[in-house]
């Protein structure tokens, strides 16, 4: 028996849980994924629609092509899951995960319209939150966002 | 540091973007600013990704065109912008902030921008990101059949303003 896995959006609306494992862990740069997740590439997992399950509130969907539809939270916005029509799949979001770190992109999808920035990403100077945030504005940002579990 | 030349002729003003399914579309009428990647919790949970691409730009140098965003208070000190119709995060804004800081992945010409400088929130970067590059890659092609991308009438609003859609 593989441990539930849960997930949902930042302001919490939206719940799910995913009862069996992961299938095909992934990145996409197409430029259908970049607009959807306004960012550069989208980061994916999938699961057997029967093992995936909403949990507490339901999202919106959006068919961004005539065979995909795409979850979200209509509250905050945040990109829940995609999903072909004919599929047996389901995949999520992995910043949607609540332990995003939880599972590893294993592919490039899209790789046609991947940005020239991708590439150099990870050798960007780094800095932690603590040291762009003063210390007044860290105890003013009490955050609203949903805890990481359920 | 890196620095990373992506500036297009097309940089700054005269850009436009907006979400996927084209209910908010904005045109930029002032200059960028730093561009960055955030890998903060709060990023991540908003954007459901690795976190966030951002660029800033001055309040006053962003105008909406087609659509209001909606807004998400994801603290007591910052205002989330996305599409009510289709979820697309399009910027994050702090409370007395001059600028808003608008998703790269919004823009029409997502390699329109300045140079990024820096990653933040690296205490929450995902385990697997500085890993990425090395993975196996498939074009959108060699995984979907002809007839698929005939299916695949896309919906998604197109890389430029619209008089009217869909």
């Known amino acids: ?150 | 540091m890196v620095k990373i030349t992506l500036m297009s002729e097309a940089a700054s003003e005269g850009a436009s973007g907006g979400c996927q399914c084209g209910a908010v579309r904005y045109r930029i009428v002032g200059s960028f600013g730093h561009a960055g990647i955030c890998h903060c919790r709060m990023c991540q949970k908003a954007f459901g990704s690795w976190g966030a691409a951002l660029v800033s730009l001055p309040v006053a140098g962003l105008a909406w065109t087609r659509g209001r965003p909606a807004e998400f208070r994801s603290s007591a000190i910052v205002a989330r912008g996305f599409c009510r119709d289709c979820g697309t995060p399009l910027f994050m804004r702090q409370d007395g902030d001059a600028n808003y800081e608008i998703a790269i992945g919004s823009l029409d010409d997502p390699n329109g921008i300045p140079p990024l400088d820096r990653q933040s929130g690296v205490e929450s970067k995902c385990r697997w990101f500085d890993r990425m590059a090395a993975l196996p890659r498939e074009t959108t092609e060699s995984y979907r059949s002809p007839e698929d991308m005939r299916k695949l009438k896309s919906l998604q609003h197109p890389d430029h303003d619209t008089e009217h859609w869909p």
């Not at chain 1, 992934?26 to 057997?48: D, P």
């Not at chain 1, 795409?70 to 047996?88: E, I, M, Q, V």
């Open chain 1, 1 to 150: 028996m593989t441990k539930p896995t849960t997930g949902g959006c930042q302001c919490g609306a939206v719940r799910y849980q995913i009862d069996g494992p992961f299938n095909n862990p992934h990145i996409c740069h197409c430029r259908m994924c970049q607009k959807a997740f306004g960012n550069y590439f989208a980061a994916l997992v999938g699961s057997l629609r029967d093992s995936f399950h909403w949990t507490k509130g339901a999202p919106g969907f959006f068919r961004s092509s005539s065979i995909v539809q795409r979850g979200f939270c209509r509250d905050c916005g945040t990109p829940l899951s995609f999903a072909y029509d004919h599929s047996k799949h389901i995949a999520v979001s992995i910043g949607s995960l609540d332990d995003p770190s939880a599972v590893t992109p294993e592919r490039h999808y899209g790789i046609e319209a991947r940005r020239p920035a991708f590439t150099l990403l990870h050798s960007l100077a780094g800095s932690r939150t603590e040291d762009d945030v003063p210390p007044e504005m860290m105890a003013k940002l009490k955050s609203r966002q949903h805890l990481d579990r359920d």
